[in-house]
């Protein structure tokens, strides 16, 4: 069969400013020969190299769709009436003001403001696929266990798409609904599954039906928190960016569920709301692999211990 058609596409999301890795995704990729590959939204924001991220990106010629994140950016830039204004000034948003500061002084805000939120595929004889950063409804409401199957009704109801690919929640996930699929590709940056591997995904079309493949990738991840002390995103972005690194070692969610539990308590955003946080959940945060090593050899310095 001809490769001018698309028998290969290829998910990579949620790289969050880790350039390390891309490039092993990129290597991956050199040997899985996609004929398409779409990066589903989130490539800034949390990690420190969003721009050189950005320029890998465009320099291979894929495809972008917007996440919250790349959009929370050019908001944070614009001073977006929709934030809250108490954001600005509050140390524990530092590290979005950091990040959005560097992609916008990169010039690459045009860009982000172009890039769809969907991308809809039908080739002739396969099912029809449309890819969304979360829903092609709302870029947060991603794929997950979590969403109810109401939600996951009414969105095939209103995309009646054969495969609905998304991404948001860091978790790969494959979710039969009557004849329709729904595939989570994971995240590349930052994983929430407890698999530090950079993740993605790839659908191979076989007699018209797409059949997914879960990719994980090892790479340097030294390289990746060694990012965080040479750029001076850890010294410059207090507290948000000590969480963001302790996620990517941990490959678990903490940022949000914190946020979360400070808002019900009534607790604040700083290392004192941090270690009350830990202690209530009773939280061990141990790295999964010795890769995470040196950051909890240094949990003491982050509030952790
Ligand atoms: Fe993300
Ligand atoms: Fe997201």
Redesign the pocket.
């Known amino acids: 069969m001809a490769r001018s058609r698309l028998e290969r596409l290829a998910i990579v999301?949620?790289v969050?400013g880790n350039l390390p890795a891309l490039r092993a995704v990129v290597e991956d990729l050199e040997r899985v020969k996609p004929d398409r590959v779409i990066v589903n939204?989130?490539m800034v924001n949390?990690g420190p190299e969003g721009s050189a991220v950005l320029e890998t990106i465009d320099a291979l010629g894929w495809e972008m769709t917007l996440?919250?994140?790349d959009d929370l950016l050019r908001m944070w830039t614009e001073r977006d009436p929709s934030l809250p204004s108490s954001w600005f000034s509050d140390p524990f948003w530092r590290s979005t003001g950091w990040c959005a500061h560097e992609v916008a002084s990169a010039g690459w805000l045009p860009r982000i403001e172009t890039l769809p939120r969907t991308v809809e595929i039908r080739e002739a004889g396969a099912d029809t696929i449309i890819v969304s950063?979360g829903s092609p409804r709302h870029y947060r409401e991603g794929y997950g266990k979590h969403l109810s199957d109401e939600a996951i009704s009414e969105i095939v109801q209103m995309h009646p798409y054969d495969v609905l690919i998304g991404?948001?929640?860091?978790i790969p996930m494959q979710r039969a609904w009557g004849k329709h699929v729904v595939l989570n590709s994971g995240?590349v940056?930052?994983p929430f599954n407890g698999d530090p591997r950079a993740q993605y995904l790839v659908v191979t079309q076989k007699d018209g039906v797409w059949v997914p493949e879960f990719r994980r990738v090892a790479y340097d991840r030294e390289a990746a928190f060694e990012a965080y002390e040479a750029t001076g995103y850890l010294e410059q972005a207090g507290l948000s960016a000590w969480l963001y690194r302790l996620e990517l070692a941990t490959a678990r969610s903490l940022l949000v569920p914190y946020m979360m539990w400070a808002e019900t308590e009534g607790m604040t955003l700083d290392e004192v709301g941090w270690r009350a946080f830990v202690a209530d959940r009773s939280l061990h945060l141990t790295a999964p692999d010795e890769a995470g090593a040196s950051i909890v050899a240094r949990r003491e310095a982050i509030g952790v211990a």
């Open positions: 999301s949620d969050h939204g989130d949390r996440g919250n994140h950063h991404s948001h929640t860091h995240a940056g930052s």
